[in-house]
């Protein structure tokens, strides 16, 4: 982000959007009247530090991003006119904490007992959700997969939700192998799939595999070992999005590539769409 940095004190409003592999964000810090933030599914940030020199900074949203951290202390030292992001347990703020220019805190409530739903992977869910962004982890032939659970907050949570939920990643490898197989289809219709491949081999990213042969003759053992390169490393769960969106995001990478070729399905497995990102 060395070449953001550089513009400095002339830019007032930022976007970043799907750009998971930036590692280094220390450069925001040096865009001294910047009022508007979005960091969106922006992969991870180390901290919140660069907020110190950002006194301008208004709205601040880092939705789908998180902060490795969890120290979010710094979003308490100001008011703000809007922010986002999704709670989590690591997080030593919640939401509910930060001040809203025009608002004045609740006094708070007698703490009681939290009644929810017991997930085999993500604990104890809230019956009427507080949160919007739960983490959880599990093994796939020996690798592990990072799972995140995405909700709306405030919405009430059945048993079945949470049941349907923890199908789905009982499933998992079942759904691996589907996901691999539309990949192919995608390759073949060259969708996605071929332009992830063409693209990080037009990066020099990995050597070559003259793809464009293998699709003319339809090497169907070539192409699929071609797919098994592609590991999954995280599986995102959107079981209350609305009606026609994707209930589960699945992103497959390969090892020291900085792209994502992402699978989105259904409930059931079935496939949404297949599409690339970094």
């Known amino acids: 982000m060395g070449p953001i940095g550089e513009i400095g004190p002339s830019l007032e409003k930022m976007v970043i959007e799907s750009c998971k592999k930036i590692t280094d964000h220390s450069a925001l810090g040096r865009l001294t009247n910047l009022k508007d933030l979005d960091l969106h599914n922006a992969g991870q940030l180390d901290n919140l530090d660069f907020l110190d020199r950002l006194p301008d900074l208004s709205h601040f949203s880092f939705y789908n991003t998180r902060v490795v951290s969890g120290d979010l202390s710094k979003m308490l030292d100001r008011e703000w006119d809007t922010f986002h992001f999704n709670n989590s347990r690591t997080y030593t703020v919640k939401k509910s904490e930060i001040r809203l220019k025009g608002h004045h805190q609740d006094i708070p409530k007698q703490k009681t007992k939290i009644q929810g739903i017991h997930s085999q992977y993500f604990g104890l869910i809230p019956n009427t959700n507080t949160n919007d962004f739960y983490e959880g982890q599990t093994k796939l032939k020996n690798k592990s997969i990072n799972l995140d659970l995405y909700l709306l907050e405030e919405e009430q949570i059945s048993a079945d939700l949470i049941s349907q939920v923890d ?46 042969d293998l699709i003319r003759v339809e090497s169907a053992e070539a192409i699929k070992e071609l797919i098994n390169r592609l590991s999954l490393l995280r599986l995102g769960l959107y079981p209350t999005n609305a009606m026609g969106a994707p209930f589960a995001i699945l992103d497959f990478g390969l090892s020291d590539v900085n792209y994502l070729l992402v699978v989105k399905t259904d409930e059931g497995g079935n496939l949404v769409e297949v599409t690339w990102e970094s």
């Open 167 to 212: 199908h789905f990643i009982n499933d998992l490898d079942s759904h691996l192998h589907s996901c691999q197989a539309y990949m192919i289809t995608d390759l073949l219709k060259r969708g996605s799939t071929l332009d992830f491949f063409k693209y990080i081999e037009e990066q020099n990213l990995v050597h070559p595999t003259e793809i464009d």
